[in-house]
């Protein structure tokens, strides 16, 4: 399915839940540059995976923002031709409400994860995205469940002060979650990036929030999830754990009106970016108001 590339809030809403006592916080990967051979891809780089709900309970709605470096001049954007995006979904994996690690619960056997569903978005040099859904292996050239697709300019709906009045490329995806949920509502959620040249099966990756973007963790971007523990070190996978049946809340998916780097702090996880903010960033939230329907995130910000 060819689909033509587009170019076109929240009040700060904590509502900081209980949950095997953890406080309310969501899922994303922040500034990892894919590299290779002293050449960055900023334009491979993931900042952000959104899992939710749409408003009437019906659709999964995941959003992926890259490319952190777009100048702010820009009035549109161009995806690269060379560089293949994937979105993940393991469908089945069992997963305990028991929850230590803030995750959302706990992935019981992270050597079995596996890509379920993929939606693989490539571009061709003038803008155009191929879109293919495929379920464990087989590619569908068409994918007639899919209620929307959107790819281009939008503001960055990473909620922190350096990224006000900045925009990301942007590919949001949402479908039937009747088309997605099988044999249980709790999803398993991650992206990659890929570019052709590079060597490995992929560059970066996004799973929960601040995770992989630190140097002793690093590693995580070039493997798989089932790999983190066994071949990475990790302790637990790095994968947004999602159960549908339930509102988009941390830890349970990502919605967009989460500032990630207030919670992930406040619940004790990781407080390096909440310490480099350039102001105190209590109460805040985004600098656009994200829009009520599809695609979401808010429109670019036009040009200084």
């Known amino acids: 399915m060819h689909l033509e590339k587009h170019l076109s809030g929240w009040s700060l809403a904590l509502a900081l839940m209980a949950a095997g006592g953890c406080l309310v916080v969501y899922a994303s990967d922040h500034g990892d ?30 959003a992926l923002s890259t490319n952190v470096a777009i100048p702010p001049a820009a009035t549109s954007y161009i995806f690269p031709s ?72 939008r503001d960055d709906p990473f909620i922190r002060v350096p990224r006000d009045g900045r925009n990301v490329g942007a590919i949001v995806v949402e479908m039937p979650l009747a088309s997605v949920v099988r044999s249980q509502s709790t999803l398993l959620i991650w992206a990659t990036t890929k570019v052709e040249e590079f060597e490995g099966p992929f560059q970066d990756l996004v799973g929960r929030s601040l995770r992989s973007m630190f140097p002793e963790q690093a590693a995580m971007d070039t493997m798989f999830p089932r790999q983190h523990m066994s071949k990475g ?34 619940q004790g996880q990781e407080c390096r970016v909440f310490n480099s903010e350039a102001r105190p960033p209590i109460p805040r939230e985004n600098d656009a108001d994200f829009l009520p329907t599809f695609p979401y995130l808010a429109p670019p910000h036009p040009a200084p």
Do not use: Y
């Open 233 to 266: 070190g990790a302790t637990r996978p790095d994968v947004m754990i999602f159960d549908t049946s339930m509102p988009a809340v941390f830890p349970n998916g990502r919605a967009l009106t989460d500032d990630v780097v207030l919670e992930a702090c406040l």
């Open 82 to 153: 060379d560089v293949t995006f994937e979105i993940n979904i393991d469908t089945d994996s069992p997963v305990t409400p028991n929850d230590p690690s803030c995750d959302g619960g706990t992935v019981l056997d992270p050597k079995s994860i596996r890509e379920d569903i993929t939606f693989r978005v490539r571009f061709s040099g003038d803008g155009q995205a191929r879109v293919h859904r495929i379920d464990r292996g087989r590619r569908h050239d068409d994918v007639p469940d899919l209620a929307g697709f959107f790819a281009g300019l």
């Open 33 to 62: 540059v894919p590299a290779a051979g002293g050449i960055t891809r900023q334009d491979a780089n993931i900042s952000d995976l959104h899992a939710f709900l749409s408003p009437s309970g019906e659709n999964l709605v995941l």
